[in-house]
């Protein structure tokens, strides 16, 4: 008996020593643990593609595809892919693939038009309009919308009721052949592509974007992007997609962090776990300031990641420990159905 408790010993010493291992092994990811683009699109902060990295306020907004080659919103309504980002204007640009373009007209396809968390720290841009098509005319008002509306905001909720069918996009939609709304109901041989009418609407909230949907057959969105090169109002040419700004909370740390002058310059990031800043270093360091000199961490860089190994590690083993124990339970030998203290394991 003494025999085997020696062997169950030696078995648990050796399960913990592995754990300890595990735990204490250090995370390969080091500097290049905060990724800064993925489809050639720049990933910068505040933005994150990795947990820890960028502003916690943006945390598991953005994902990157496993081949790396396509940047993804993470929305209420779906996910979606990102086109482009600007961080001097911060906006992201997002495709929503059910939209109708020119290059690919009307499919039929009703899907849940794009929307955004508003408790988040993303918005939907003002340049952004709404065109719908082919919109049942006995539960939409598609009319032309009136001169006055903009000259008496008073008359504003009253006009924003319908929908515009004289709409400047609605006549010169991007990448049609020339005509816009008229071109819309036409193929390249003069035939039918089953669009019959377009009128613009810009929606209050996501519910009305949605009620639309319930009358229309398709919907797109068409943002007002700015060139430099002119003067106002030809500084801006439509495109299709959805402008979603962002904000940059700007924080000494965050600054301090990334001075190159405090060493190599660092990465603003935060603990997953608690959310606290951190600034994260090329040489796989972590500090709560920068990267001057030798503060913060070593390997550090891991804690991002450790933690999780550790959590996962620990699990496994704590599992693999209460298996073998009920393992033992099983196999103990009982004299004549009553356990002595020889054979009791606890």
């Known amino acids: 008996m003494e025999e085997i ?22 995370w390969p990811a080091t500097a290049g643990i905060c990724r800064d683009s993925c489809g050639g699109i720049p990933v910068r902060y505040p933005l994150g593609i990795d947990d820890g990295c960028g502003s916690p306020y943006y945390r598991n907004m953005l994902a990157c595809a496993s081949d790396n080659a396509t940047l993804r919103l993470r929305t209420p309504s779906g996910t979606y892919p990102v ?13 929503d693939p059910s939209m109708w373009t020119c290059d690919r007209p009307f499919t039929n396809l009703h899907a849940a038009p794009f929307s955004l968390d508003t408790s988040t720290r993303f918005s939907l841009s003002p340049r952004n309009e709404y065109l719908f098509f082919d919109c ?17 905001p008073d008359r504003r909720l009253l006009c924003d009721s319908a ?3 004289a709409g400047y996009l609605c006549r010169n939609l991007p990448g049609c052949q020339q005509g816009g709304a008229s071109a819309v109901g036409e193929d390249d041989q003069g035939g039918s592509n089953n669009m019959s009418s377009c ?5 209050r909230a996501a519910e009305s974007l949605r009620m639309m949907l319930q009358h229309c057959e398709a919907y797109t969105s068409v943002y007002w992007r700015a060139v430099g090169d002119k003067f106002p109002p030809y500084d801006q040419v439509a495109e299709y997609g959805v402008r979603v700004d962002f904000e940059i909370p700007v924080t000494t740390r965050c600054l301090q962090c990334q001075d190159k002058r405090n060493g190599d310059g660092g990465t603003c990031g935060f603990d997953p776990a608690t959310r606290d800043f951190l600034c994260i270093c090329q040489d796989g360091r972590n500090s709560t300031t920068d990267c001057a000199g030798g503060h913060g961490s070593k390997n550090s860089a891991g804690v991002i990641a450790a933690s999780v190994v550790f959590s996962v590690s620990a699990a496994i083993g704590v599992g693999g420990l209460v298996w073998y124990i009920r393992k033992i339970r099983s196999n103990k030998v009982v004299t004549c159905g009553v ?5 009791r394991f606890f």
């Not at 356990?339 to 054979?343: G, T, V």
Request: charged share 20%; hydrophobic share 40%; proline share 8%.
């Open 199 to 203: 009128c613009a609407y810009r929606p």
């Open 5 to 26: 408790r020696h062997h169950h010993v030696s078995v648990l010493a050796a399960i913990l020593a592995a754990l300890v291992v595990i735990a204490a092994s250090p």
């Open 163 to 165: 929908c515009d069918s």
């Open 339 to 343: 356990q002595s203290n020889e054979n």
């Open 83 to 95: 086109a482009g980002a600007d961080y001097s204007d911060p906006h992201l640009v997002v495709r």
């Open 136 to 152: 049942d005319e006995d539960h939409v008002i598609v009319a032309p919308r009136p001169a006055s509306c903009d000259a008496y």
